[in-house]
């Protein structure tokens, strides 16, 4: 039976995937920090990966969860336990480092 548009029962999911700018303004703000952080932490069943670009430069250093696509913003060496532990592993994303641009709250 053919896979049917929007039927995602057939098809493997997508393993998660943590991608740390290490362009040059989110290098200049510990980028490569943070990456060695969430390398370090190792987390079965995620990969890490350096990345380009992701076009957030003004509120990097920009971490990105695929295939969430959730993106952290200003995220320190020292933010990548919470991340870790709070999203990774609980499921909840970290609302404070949540890129305001992209994830939109609104409050009334």
């Not at 060695?36 to 509120?59: M, N």
């Amino acid at each position: 039976m053919p896979e049917i548009e929007g039927d995602r029962t057939n098809s493997d999911p997508q393993p998660p995937c943590i991608l740390v700018c290490q362009y040059q303004s989110c290098l200049r703000n510990g980028a490569a920090e943070v990456l060695e952080a969430f390398e370090a932490a190792a987390v079965p069943g995620i990969t890490v990966q350096a990345s380009g670009c992701q076009g957030q430069c003004s509120i990097g250093p920009t971490v990105r969860i695929t295939p969430e696509e959730i993106w952290y913003c200003r995220v320190k060496p020292t933010d990548v336990q919470l991340i870790v532990e709070q999203h990774l592993q609980g499921g909840k994303p970290v609302d404070a480092l949540l890129n305001p641009r992209i994830h939109v709250r609104f409050y009334y």
